[in-house]
C-alpha cells in the first residue's frame, strides 16, 4: 500500500512494521472483543513524528488507532478499520518533574509503575489509574480510576495540562502548569476520555499526592450489602480520607478462598485502607471500627504490618482475575457506576441473575464512588453461553442508567459499550458526535469507537 | 422592538421588565468594567421559559445575556451588545436531595448561602466556590473557586452533572448522578467555566461534604515570601488535607491592621485553618507547627474558640475589599494562578511594581493552588493613575503565563482577560473559538466574552 510506503520512507524501518507478531500484538486487548489486525504498526519517538505520520493518514484517509500497553477492557486499541496502530513504547519519558510543585510532565507511553518508582525517591506518588498496570496516556484516554479514586479522583482530576495534536497535525495545550484556572473552555477534559477519536495526546501534565507515612488496612463483614454500602456512605458522612473501601460479595469471597486458598468469612464484605501520617490513622481507624460497630458489623480486623496489608490487596486483586486462567472458558466484564444509594438493588439483581443463570461469576465494586465490576464466566462452545452472560451484562447496565448511573466507570466506552450511548447521553450524543467532526472531520482518529 | 413585544407576549408582563431601576441593576456588576443597560430584562421560571426566550432572540439575532448575583469581577454579566438580561433569581430550587449520595440539584439561580443553609441540617456543605456569596449558576459558568480549593477542588470538580439549553433551544443533560464515569465526552467540564457562551444552563447536580466536626486556625510569619510558600509546599508534601492556607503579604497585613483595627504582627504571613474529627486536627496542627517551626516561622498562633476562627477571617475578608469604601478611588483586581515554586517571584514583582509606582495596593494568595489576588488603587480623576494600575496588572498576568501559570485562576476571563487569551491558550484558542461556532452558530449567547 503507498501510504505505507510513505511510511518507511518518512520515518525509517526503524520506526515502522508489518511483522506478522507485531501485527497481532496490536490486534487486541484485555477484553472479550474480536481482534482485528493494523496494516501496520508505528513507533513515533516524537511530536514531529507523530504530525508526519498524521499528515500520511489524512492524505490517505487512513484509521489510525493508538495503543498503550494493550491493557484496556473495552476494545478501544482494537483497529476495526485496520490502518496504522500507532505505539507509543518509545514515547514513555520523564520530560519535566517539579518536586516543590508536586507536578510532572510526561510523555503518554510511560508505565504508571515507571512513573511511580521515578518520582518515589521524593516522597511522591501519581495517584490516579488502576491497580493493575497501565500506559499514563491510556489511562489518560479513557480516564481511567480503581480503587484510590475514592479518596484522590479519577484521570482526568489528575491531569493540568495536555499537549495535543489533530488529525491535520495543529498542536496545542489545553492548560497551564498552575494548579487550576478559569480561562478559556476546558478542553483538558475533553481530551481526557475521548479514547484517542479527538486528537493524539502526545505530552501529559499530571498532579502528584504525597506517600503516606503510614497506612492500615481493615475488613469486616455485614449481613446484607444494603449494610456494606450505609457503612460505607458513613464513613465518607463522617469525613474519614478513606484511602481504599471496595466491596465483595460473599459469594466472590467464596471463589477467593477457594481459587486462591485464603479463608475470609463468606459473608458480604468491606476492605479498608487507611493512609496518613500515623497518629491521624490511629484517629481514623478508632473511628471506622465504631462506624462499623454501631451498625453490626461483624470479623472486624484491622493491620498494619505487610504482610497483612499484601494478603488483604492481593486476594482482592486475585478476585478481578481469578476467572482469566479457566482453560477453554472466557469472561465478560462488567462496569457500572451508580450513585451508592442504588448499589444495593444494583448487587442484588447482579448475584440472583447470575445464580439464576447458572453462569459462573464474581462482584466486586470500588463502593466509595457507587462503581461496580462483574465477571461473567462463559464456555464460548457451548450454545447459548456468550448470549446469556451478554443478556446479564446488558440488563445490569440498563438498570444502571435508569438509576440514574453510567455504563462505564472507568473502563471507557471502547466497542461494548456504545450501544449504551443513546439511553445515557440522550440530545447531548449528538454533541458528541459533532464535536468528533469538528476536530477530526475525515474521521481517522480511532473510527468505530465510542460512536460509529 | 419587535422582539421585545413578542417576550411580553410569550412569557407575561411578571416574567419580562424595562424598568429603569432593572435595566440599571443588569448593567455591571462589582468590576471595574463599564457599564451597559440591556434593552429587556427577563427572569424565566423553567427551562421552557429558558426555550421561548432563545427561540425568539435566535429568530431575531438579539444577544443573551446570563445574570446571577451581579457579584463577577471580570464583567462577565455586563451585556455589552445589549439586548436581553437573562436573570435566574426566579429559579433559585433546591430540585433533588440525596443526604445519602452527598449529592444535591439546584437550579442555577440560588445563592450558595441558601444551599448551605438547606443542606446543613443533614451535616453536609458545598464546598465550592468564593468566600463571599454568589449564585451557583454564576460560580458554575466561570469555573469560580476560594479558599477551601485547596482541599476540595474547583468549581467544576463539585459538579457531577448539568442540564443546558443551547441557542437553538436543544436540551441535554451532560452528566448523570454517579460519581465518576467513563462515558463520552466530558461536556460538563466544557460548559462549567464557559461563561454562558456555549449555552444556558438550567440544573446543577453537585457534590457535597460533610462538615467537619473541628476546626482550629492558626497563623503564623515569616522572614520572606519564598519561606512562606515553601512553608506551604511542605504543608502539601506532609499529605495535611488542610482547609484554608492564604498567604498575606506585610504591607498588606499593615492595612488590615490599619482599616480594621487589628494588630497582626506586621510580616508575611500565612493564614492557616485545619478541619476534620478532633483528634486528627490536632495531628495535624502538631506536625503543622514542627514545620513551621522547622522553617524557622514567628508568632506562631493556633486558637479553636469561635472568637479567634472569626476574627481570622474576616480580616482576611476584609483586606479583599478594604479599598472598596475609599471615596472617588477604584480599584482593578488581578487574579493570576502559578505554580507555587513560582509564587514568590509573582509576590516580589507585585509588591515592588506597586511600590515603585506610588499606588496602594494589597496582595494575597491561596497559596496552596499558587492562586494570587491584587487590589491596586486608583484615583480616575488624576491622569494616567488608571493606566499606570493598569500596566502594572497586565505585567503581572504576563509574568505569570510566562512561568507556566494562567490569567485567572478563578474570576473567569469575562472582558478583562480577553486580551491574555492568545499569549495563554495559543493555537488552542482556534479551537475553542469553533466550539463557540458549533454551540451558538449565531453568537448569540453572551457575545464578546472570552473572546470576541
Chains 1, 2 share one sequence.
Not at 480510576?145 to 475514592?150: I, M
Not at 449494610?227 to 466472590?252: H, T
Not at 442504588?342 to 439483581?349: D, H, N, T
Not at 435508569?402 to 445515557?424: A, I, P, R
Request: proline residues 4%; charged residues 20%.
Amino acid at each position: 500500500m503507498l501510504y505505507i510506503e510513505k511510511l518507511y520512507e518518512k520515518l525509517g524501518t526503524e520506526k515502522v512494521t508489518q511483522q506478522e507478531t507485531e501485527l497481532k500484538r496490536h490486534s487486541k486487548d484485555e477484553s472479550m472483543h474480536d481482534a482485528v489486525y493494523p496494516d501496520v504498526v508505528c513507533f513515533p519517538e516524537s511530536k514531529e513524528d507523530i504530525q508526519i505520520i498524521l499528515h500520511i493518514a489524512s492524505e490517505y484517509q487512513i484509521a489510525v488507532t493508538p495503543f498503550g500497553a494493550g491493557s484496556g477492557l473495552e476494545g478501544q486499541v482494537i483497529p476495526i478499520q485496520k490502518g496504522i496502530s500507532l505505539d507509543f513504547q518509545n514515547m514513555n519519558k520523564v520530560l519535566d518533574f517539579s518536586p516543590e510543585d508536586m507536578r510532572v510532565t510526561v510523555q503518554p507511553g510511560i508505565m504508571k509503575s515507571e512513573l511511580n518508582q521515578f518520582i518515589s525517591q521524593q516522597g511522591l506518588f501519581f495517584a490516579g489509574g488502576p491497580d493493575y498496570d497501565a500506559t499514563i496516556g491510556g489511562m489518560t484516554a479513557t480516564n481511567a480510576s480503581g480503587t484510590r479514586a475514592v479518596r484522590y479522583g479519577v484521570m482526568r482530576d489528575q491531569i493540568l495540562d495536555l499537549e495535543v495534536v489533530l488529525a491535520d497535525g495543529m498542536s496545542f495545550h489545553t492548560g497551564t502548569k498552575a494548579k487550576k484556572s478559569s480561562s478559556g473552555y476546558h478542553l483538558t477534559s475533553l481530551f481526557a476520555g475521548s479514547e484517542g477519536t479527538l486528537g493524539i495526546i502526545t505530552e501529559i501534565t499530571l498532579k502528584l499526592h504525597s506517600i503516606p507515612d503510614y497506612s492500615t488496612v481493615a475488613r469486616c463483614t455485614f449481613e446484607t450489602p444494603e449494610l456494606c454500602a450505609i457503612a460505607a456512605q458513613n464513613i465518607l458522612l463522617n469525613g474519614i480520607p478513606i484511602m481504599r473501601m471496595e466491596l465483595i460479595d460473599s459469594v466472590s469471597i467464596g471463589i477467593i478462598n477457594k481459587q486462591c486458598g485464603h479463608d475470609f468469612p463468606v459473608k458480604h464484605s468491606l476492605f479498608l485502607e487507611f493512609a496518613g501520617p500515623k497518629n491521624t490513622v490511629a484517629e481514623e481507624v478508632k473511628l471506622a471500627s465504631k462506624i462499623m460497630h454501631d451498625l453490626g458489623c461483624e470479623n472486624w480486623d484491622a493491620a498494619s504490618d505487610s504482610i497483612s496489608k499484601k494478603k488483604l490487596w492481593e486476594a482482592r486483586v486475585q478476585l478481578a482475575v481469578s476467572f482469566q486462567d479457566l482453560k477453554g472458558m472466557k469472561e465478560i466484564g462488567g462496569d457500572v457506576c451508580v450513585p451508592i444509594s442504588q448499589l444495593p438493588k444494583l448487587v442484588s439483581f447482579t448475584r440472583s441473575s447470575m445464580d439464576e443463570s447458572g453462569l459462573k461469576g464474581a462482584l466486586w465494586g470500588h463502593i466509595g464512588d457507587g462503581n461496580f465490576h462483574t465477571s461473567i464466566l462463559y464456555n464460548p462452545e457451548v450454545n447459548g453461553e456468550q448470549e446469556l452472560a451478554e443478556q446479564i451484562n446488558d440488563a445490569i447496565v440498563n438498570l444502571a442508567i435508569e438509576v440514574g448511573g453510567t455504563c462505564t466507570g472507568e473502563h471507557g466506552v471502547g466497542l461494548g459499550k456504545k450501544k449504551f450511548q443513546v439511553s445515557e447521553h440522550g440530545a447531548a450524543l449528538e454533541m458528541m458526535q459533532r464535536t468528533k467532526q469538528l476536530y477530526d472531520p475525515k474521521g481517522i482518529l480511532n473510527p468505530g469507537k465510542i460512536f460509529s
